[in-house]
């Protein structure tokens, strides 16, 4: 059974720092192209950030420069490393894990609020 559990979610301040993370069972981690998708009220689910099993990345242009995404293939854990976050970043967070299926966590809240 495939499961992926994010943490790290939270209230934060306009231009604080947190970091989310992704740990997943039930799939053979390394091979896996592993990304952060997020979702604000009433807007469609959106990518964040991926990175393939050979470690290349891809972000959000409204991320670039502030979110840095990796992984750790002995953990089975894909971080996502937010700063300089905004209001505009407020979301539901989701991690997502792609091969030849599509799993998705339950997703992890951010809440950028003075």
């Known amino acids: 059974q495939v499961q992926l559990v994010e943490s790290g979610g939270g209230l934060v301040q306009p231009g604080g720092s947190l970091r989310l993370s992704c740990a997943a069972s039930?799939?053979?981690?390394?091979?896996?192209?592993m990304g952060w998708y997020r979702q604000a009220p009433g807007k469609q689910r959106e990518l964040v950030a991926t990175?393939?099993?050979?470690?290349?990345?891809n972000y959000a242009d409204s991320v670039k420069g502030r979110f840095t995404i990796s992984r750790d293939n002995a953990k089975n854990t894909v971080y996502l490393q937010m700063n300089s976050l905004k209001p505009d970043d407020t979301a539901l967070y989701y991690c997502?894990?792609?091969?030849?299926?599509?799993?998705w966590g339950q997703g992890t809240q951010v809440t950028v609020s003075p």
């Open positions: 997502n894990a792609q091969y030849r299926g599509v799993y």
């Open positions: 990175i393939t099993s050979g470690r290349s990345t």
């Open positions: 039930g799939i053979i981690f390394s091979i896996y192209q």
